[in-house]
C-alpha cells in the first residue's frame, strides 16, 4: 500500500483538474487538459524507466540516480537490494578466499573438475604430485594429464570407494594415493596424498620380518642338525661331542645377540619409554670404551684415545654406553690386523661429538645413507664372520636420535670411515674444572 498511494494520488489530482476544467471551462477543453495530464504522467514514468535501464546496464553502482514520487521509493528499494547483495558478495568472497587459503595450505593434492572431467581449479599440492601448469592446464580433460592405465581405468570406473596407489607423472620417486571424491552436479574433487614414506616404512617392515627369519633361521638349522645327528648316533667320540656342542653354542650365542638387539629396538621404539636425563661422566664412559676396545682387539690394532675436555653429557648412561660401544666394536671389528683405530672426545663444528676413525677398507659412498637401517650390510658375509647382527647402527640412530643428538658417517675406499656422534650445546654439561691439556693415550 505505501507504494499505491503516490500514483493513486497523482491521478486523483488530475481527475479533480480536468473535473473543474470541464465546469468552467466545457468538456472538449477539459478532455485535452486530461490527455495532456496523462500523456505527461506517462511521458515522466516511461523516462524513469529509460533513466532505470540506462543504470542497470552501464551506470554507476554506487550512486542510484535521483528521482520523486514512486520511482524514488523504486531507487532507493533498489539501492538497498545492491547493499545487501554487495555484503553477501562480500562475505562469500571472504569464505571462498579462506577455504582458497586453506586448500592451498592443505599438503594433500586437491583437483576440482566439472562434469566433463576437466579441470576447474587445483592447489600448489597438485601441481607438485601430478606437475599441473595453472596457466596451460585449467579446462583441460585430466585424463590427458595423467596418462597411466590404472589411471584411466580408476576413472572410468566409476567406483571410487577405494583409493588408488600410484606413481606420480612427474616425480617417478613419488608415490602417491589418490581417491576422486563425487559432489554437486556430477562434479568431482581428486585428492592426492604422498605416500611414499609410508611405502618405505612398510617394504622396511617387510624386510624386517623376511631379515628376522633369515638371521634365525640360520643358527636353528645348524643346531637341529646337530641334534638329529645325536639322536641317529648310536655312540660318539667325545672330541666330536665337544666340537659340535662348540659350534651349537656359537649358533645360540649369535640368536642370544640377535634378540638382545631386536629387544634393545624394541625399548628405544617405545613411546612408554621415557629418555631419564641424568649427567653421565663422559671420561670416565670413553677411557671405559677404549678398554672395552684394548681387550676386543687383543694387540691387533694400534688404538688411541684423544680426551680435549672433560665435558659431560645430559643423558641415559646406559644408552649411550651402548650406542657409543657399537661404535667402538665395528671399528675393531672391520679395521684389519695391525690398523689404526683412534678415539676422540672434543669439540667439532660447535658440538661435542665422540669420534672413533679406523684405517679400514672404508664403505663406498652409495652404502652410507643406508647404513643404519636395519640389517642393512655393506658385506653380509663379512658381518656375520666377525659376529655383527646388522641392528648395531640401528640402535646408535635411535640412542642418539633420543638424546637430540646425529650420527655423521665419513668414508672412502680405502682411506677408512670416520662414526661421529656430535651431541648439540644443550646436553652439555660443564664442569668446574677442564684439563688444560689434552688426555692421550
Known amino acids: 500500500m505505501d507504494f499505491w498511494w503516490r500514483p493513486v494520488l497523482a491521478l486523483s489530482a488530475l481527475l479533480f483538474v480536468t473535473l473543474v476544467a470541464a465546469l468552467f471551462w466545457g468538456g472538449l477543453l477539459a478532455l485535452w487538459l486530461l490527455v495532456a495530464g496523462l500523456l505527461a504522467y506517462i511521458g515522466y514514468n516511461l523516462r524513469q524507466m529509460a533513466v532505470l535501464v540506462a543504470w542497470l546496464a552501464h551506470g554507476d553502482r554506487s550512486r542510484i540516480p535521483t528521482a520523486s514520487g514512486a520511482w524514488d521509493d523504486i531507487f532507493y528499494g533498489l539501492d538497498r537490494m545492491l547493499r545487501r547483495q554487495k555484503r553477501s558478495t562480500a562475505k562469500i568472497s571472504a569464505v571462498l578466499e579462506r577455504f582458497e587459503h586453506a586448500a592451498q595450505a592443505i599438503p594433500d593434492g586437491i583437483v576440482m573438475l566439472n562434469g566433463n572431467d576437466q579441470i576447474d581449479w587445483f592447489n600448489p599440492a597438485a601441481t607438485r604430485h601430478f606437475g599441473l601448469d595453472d596457466n596451460a592446464d585449467r579446462g583441460q580433460f585430466i585424463g590427458y594429464l595423467i596418462r597411466q592405465v590404472a589411471f584411466a581405468d580408476y576413472l572410468t570406473s566409476h567406483n ?8 606420480s607423472p612427474t616425480h617417478k620417486e613419488l608415490t602417491l594415493s589418490v581417491q576422486m ?71 645360540t650365542e649369535r640368536m642370544r645377540r640377535l634378540i638382545d638387539d631386536l629387544l634393545a629396538l ?67 671389528r672391520y679395521t684389519p690386523v695391525d690398523g689404526v683405530i683412534d678415539l676422540h672426545w672434543g669439540w667439532h663444528n660447535r658440538q661435542l661429538c665422540f669420534s672413533v676413525r679406523d684405517s ?44 637430540q643428538a646425529r650420527l655423521v658417517i665419513e668414508s672412502k675406499v680405502g682411506h677408512g670411515s670416520c662414526f661421529r656422534a656430535c651431541f648439540p650445546k644443550t646436553r652439555v654439561v660443564k664442569i668446574a674444572v677442564a684439563p688444560t691439556s689434552p688426555l692421550i693415550h
Not at 570407494?161 to 606413481?167: G, H, I, R, T
Not at 624386510?207 to 660318539?236: C, K, Y
Not at 642393512?376 to 638424546?403: C, M, N, W
Open 160 to 167: 571410487y570407494s577405494e583409493p588408488l596407489v600410484m606413481k
Open 181 to 251: 571424491v563425487p559432489f554437486g552436479d556430477k562434479q568431482k574433487m581428486l585428492i592426492s596424498r604422498d605416500v611414499t614414506q609410508l611405502e618405505l616404512v612398510e617394504a622396511m617392515r617387510r624386510d624386517f620380518v623376511a631379515n628376522v627369519s633369515h638371521e634365525l633361521r640360520t643358527p636353528l638349522t645348524v643346531v637341529g642338525g646337530f641334534l638329529e645327528t645325536f639322536l641317529d648316533m648310536p655312540s660318539i667320540n667325545q672330541v666330536d661331542f665337544h666340537k659340535y656342542c662348540d659350534l651349537m653354542q656359537q649358533q
Open 266 to 332: 624394541s625399548r628405544l621404539e617405545s613411546a612408554q619409554n621415557k629418555l631419564l636425563d641424568a649427567p653421565v661422566d663422559m671420561t670416565a664412559l670413553i677411557q671405559s670404551l677404549y678398554q672395552d676396545a684394548q681387550s676386543l682387539s687383543a694387540g691387533r690394532h694400534q688404538i688411541t684415545l684423544t680426551l680435549e675436555n672433560a665435558d659431560n653429557i645430559m643423558g641415559n648412561v646406559d644408552e649411550l654406553s651402548s650406542a657409543l660401544g657399537n661404535l667402538v666394536s665395528n671399528a675393531v
Open 360 to 403: 679400514g677398507e672404508g664403505i663406498d659412498a652409495h652404502h652410507i645413507p643406508r647404513l643404519t637401517e636395519r640389517f642393512y650390510r655393506v658385506d653380509r658375509g663379512r658381518s656375520r664372520e666377525t659376529g655383527g647382527t646388522g641392528l648395531g647402527l640401528a640402535i646408535v640412530k635411535h640412542v642418539l636420535t633420543r638424546h
